[in-house]
């Protein structure tokens, strides 16, 4: 596991102490979990398989239209992401190396507007 997954999978578990944790390491295996499970919060890296994230947002989005995203950059600039976020399509944009505070504020935003 690396260190930016095992600091996510803390701050999740330091709001959610009993949330389910599910990890996929490719394009394939994340759309054949979301297949098989319901997911409220996907938090994703913004390349999958050496490529941009946005096919596979789609195809998520078909399987799980109520699922909510975060979406992790190296630069927040990087155009297609960018306007994702804006457009809605990404619930949040973050920042690969933003404070765990951060990541908490959006976990929780994120969230509440679910419930809202």
Do not use: Y
Not at 22 to 51: F, N, P, Q, W, Y
Not at 64 to 86: A, E, F, H, S, Y
């Amino acid at each position: 596991m690396n260190i930016m997954r095992l600091g996510i999978a803390s701050a999740i578990r330091a709001l959610f102490s009993d949330a389910v944790l599910l990890h996929a390491g490719s394009r394939r295996e994340c759309l054949r979990l979301l297949t098989h499970e319901k997911v409220s919060l996907m938090i994703s890296d913004g390349t999958v398989d050496s490529g941009p994230n946005l096919g596979m947002l789609r195809d998520v989005r078909a399987l799980q239209p109520n699922i909510k995203t975060i979406m992790l950059l190296d630069d927040l600039k990087t155009d297609d992401l960018r306007w994702m976020c804006l457009a809605g399509a990404i619930d949040v944009c973050l920042r690969k190396d933003a404070a765990i505070k951060e990541i908490h504020e959006a976990i929780l935003q994120v969230l509440s507007a679910t419930e809202a």
